[in-house]
C-alpha cells in the first residue's frame, strides 16, 4: 500500500528543499527523498567546498606575495592540507547538517533517506516504502561525466566529488578539461604547492567564453606557474610506476605528461538514468535531460523537474531560481517564467569573471548594431591599490535602446561588480541610467560610468 501526500521532492539539492518546505507550509501533506548527503552538489561537492579551499589557496598566495605589499613573513609558506581539508569539512557540515534540520523540522514534511525511483508516473519507491502523489518535483541534479578516454579504465583518478577527500599536496596535478570546475581547482592546487598541467582538446581555454577572455585567464594561470596544452586532440592515460603519463598527442611540444594524480573536470550528466522515468512516459533529451516548457512542467501533467537535471541551468542560482518560478506559479498566481531570466555566473578563479547576459561572440552573431566599452584593471584604482590589476572589463550595449547586452567583467571583486550591471539589466533601464548615479570611492564599481562614457561602435 503506498502512503500517500500531496506532493513529493526527490532530491534535497538547491531548489528541492525550499520547494518542499514552502509546499509543506501552504498545508501540503509533502515527502522529500535523498539518497546521499543533504545539499547536494553545491553544498557537498560543488560550489561551498571549493570556494572554501579557495580562499585557503587565496591565504597561501598573499601570503607568498606578502613581501610586495612590505610585510614580511620570516620563513617559508606552507600548507598543512589536513588542516585545509578540515575547515572545509567544517564548512561543509555545518551547511548539510543545517539543511537536513531545517527540513527535519518542518512541520507536514516527511523525510525520507534512500535512492528514488518512479514505480509510476505518480509512484516512487524509496527502499521498502511506497509513496504516492498527485505532483512530483524532480531535483535529481547531476554528477562528473567521465568521457571514454582510452586507458581511463586502467589509471586511478579524481573527479570534483573524490577531490573533495584529498588531504595532501599532489605532486603533479593533471587536470583533464580547461574549463570553469578545471580551472578553479588548477589555479587553487597550484596556490597550495602542486604542480598543475591542464589538458584541454579545445584550442583555448573555457570556449563558451569571448577568445579574449580565454586569452586573460589563461595569462593570469600561466603567471603563477599552470602550464597548459591545449589541441590535445587525443588524450590517453596509462600507469607509470606510481605515476600516470597522459598523452596529449599534440602538434608541438612534449607528447607526454606524466604526473602523480589527474583530475577529471570534463562536463557534468544528469542523475536521470537510475530514476525509473521509463514508468512515467517523461521525455528526456538526447543528453538524458529532463525535457520542461517555460515554467518547469514535463510533457507529464503534475510532473515538474527543476536544477541541473532539467539542462536549462547548471547553477546553484539557476537551481533556486527554479524553485522560485515553480512556487510563484502554484502557490502565488505569479506567471513566472525560465525565459524571465538572464545568463549569469562567475567563475572564481582569483581574480573572477563575472559575467551578465551576451558575450561579445553572441552579441555579433545576433547582427545588431551595438557599442563596446572595455577598461584593463590597471587603470581601475582600487585594483592599484591592492595590487591586483590582471584582467580587463567589457560591456556591450544596444546602439539604439541603450539596454545592456551583457558584459564579461574579469578583475579583483568581478564577482560582485557584476551584479551593479545585471540588476540595471532586470529594471530593463538604459546604460545611461549608470552614468547618472554617484559610486563610492574608492572601489572598481565606480569606474564602470567612465567604462560607459568611452563606448564606441562594435565593428
Ligand atoms: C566543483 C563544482 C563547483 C561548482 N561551483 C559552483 C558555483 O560556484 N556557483 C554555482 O552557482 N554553481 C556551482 N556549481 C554547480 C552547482 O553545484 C549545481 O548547479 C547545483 O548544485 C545544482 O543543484 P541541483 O539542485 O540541480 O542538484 P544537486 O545539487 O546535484 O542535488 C541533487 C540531489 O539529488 C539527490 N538525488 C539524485 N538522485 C536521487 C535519487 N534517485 N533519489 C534520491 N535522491 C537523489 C542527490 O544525492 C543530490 O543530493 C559547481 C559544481 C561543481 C561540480
Redesign the pocket.
Known amino acids: 500500500m503506498a502512503t500517500i501526500y500531496d506532493a513529493i521532492v526527490?532530491?534535497?539539492?538547491?531548489?528541492?528543499p525550499a520547494l518542499a518546505v514552502r509546499l509543506a507550509g501552504a498545508g501540503m501533506k509533502v515527502a522529500i527523498?535523498?539518497?546521499?548527503?543533504f545539499?547536494?552538489?553545491?553544498v557537498n561537492?560543488?560550489?561551498i567546498p571549493?570556494?572554501t579551499l579557495i580562499a585557503s589557496a587565496r591565504a597561501a598566495h598573499v601570503a607568498r606575495r606578502a613581501g610586495e605589499y612590505g610585510v614580511i613573513i620570516d620563513g617559508p609558506i606552507a600548507v598543512d592540507m589536513k588542516q585545509v581539508k578540515a575547515r572545509k569539512d567544517a564548512v561543509v557540515r555545518r551547511s548539510s547538517e543545517g539543511l537536513e534540520q531545517w527540513l527535519k523540522d518542518a512541520a507536514n514534511l516527511t523525510v525520507y533517506e534512500?535512492?528514488?525511483?518512479f514505480v509510476a508516473a505518480h509512484q516512487v519507491s524509496v527502499g521498502d516504502h511506497l509513496l504516492e502523489a498527485e505532483k512530483i518535483f524532480i531535483?535529481?541534479?547531476?554528477r562528473a561525466a567521465i568521457p571514454a578516454l582510452p586507458g581511463l579504465d586502467l589509471v586511478s583518478f579524481f573527479t570534483?566529488s573524490t577531490m573533495m577527500d584529498v588531504d595532501f599536496v599532489p605532486e603533479h596535478l593533471i587536470i583533464v578539461g580547461g574549463s570553469y570546475?578545471g580551472l578553479?581547482f588548477a589555479q587553487m592546487y597550484r596556490r597550495f604547492g602542486s604542480e598543475v598541467t591542464i589538458v584541454e582538446m579545445a584550442p583555448r581555454l573555457i570556449q563558451r567564453e569571448d577568445p579574449d577572455v580565454s586569452q586573460a585567464i589563461g595569462t593570469i594561470l600561466e603567471a603563477e606557474g599552470v602550464r597548459m596544452r591545449l589541441n590535445a586532440k587525443c588524450i590517453a592515460l596509462e600507469k607509470r610506476g606510481e605515476n600516470v603519463a597522459v598523452n596529449v598527442d599534440c602538434s608541438a611540444g612534449d607528447k607526454t605528461i606524466v604526473g602523480s594524480h589527474v583530475l577529471i573536470a570534463t562536463g557534468?550528466k544528469p542523475?536521470t538514468d537510475?530514476?525509473g522515468l521509463q514508468s512515467t512516459g517523461i521525455a528526456l533529451d538526447q543528453r538524458g535531460y529532463i525535457q520542461v516548457d517555460d515554467q518547469l512542467r514535463t510533457n507529464v501533467p503534475d510532473l515538474y523537474a527543476?536544477?541541473?537535471?532539467n539542462g536549462r541551468?547548471?547553477?546553484?542560482?539557476?537551481?533556486y531560481n527554479d524553485y522560485e518560478i515553480v512556487a510563484a506559479n502554484l502557490l502565488d498566481g505569479d506567471p513566472r517564467r525560465v525565459s524571465d531570466r538572464i545568463t549569469a555566473?562567475?567563475l572564481?578563479i582569483d581574480p573572477p569573471l563575472g559575467r551578465a547576459g551576451m558575450t561579445e561572440a553572441e552579441v555579433r552573431k545576433s547582427g545588431r548594431k551595438a557599442l563596446i566599452g572595455t577598461r584593463p584593471m590597471t587603470r581601475v584604482g582600487r585594483a592599484l591599490e591592492k595590487g591586483e590589476t590582471q584582467g580587463f572589463m567589457k560591456i556591450l550595449v544596444d546602439a539604439e535602446t541603450k539596454a545592456i547586452l551583457g558584459a564579461s567583467l574579469l578583475g579583483i571583486e568581478c564577482d560582485e561588480v557584476i551584479h551593479s550591471l545585471l540588476d540595471v539589466m532586470y529594471a530593463k533601464a538604459p546604460y545611461t541610467v549608470i552614468q547618472r548615479a554617484m559610486h563610492i570611492h574608492p572601489t572598481v564599481t565606480e569606474l564602470i560610468p567612465t567604462l560607459l562614457g568611452d563606448l564606441k561602435p562594435l565593428e
Open positions: 526527490i532530491g534535497t539539492g538547491q531548489a528541492g527523498i535523498e539518497r546521499r548527503r545539499g547536494g552538489t553545491c561537492n560543488g560550489c571549493t570556494k534512500g535512492h528514488a525511483r531535483n535529481v541534479g547531476g570534483n570546475i578553479e557534468r542523475n537510475d530514476l527543476l536544477g541541473d537535471c541551468g547548471a547553477f546553484t542560482h539557476t537551481a555566473y562567475a572564481f
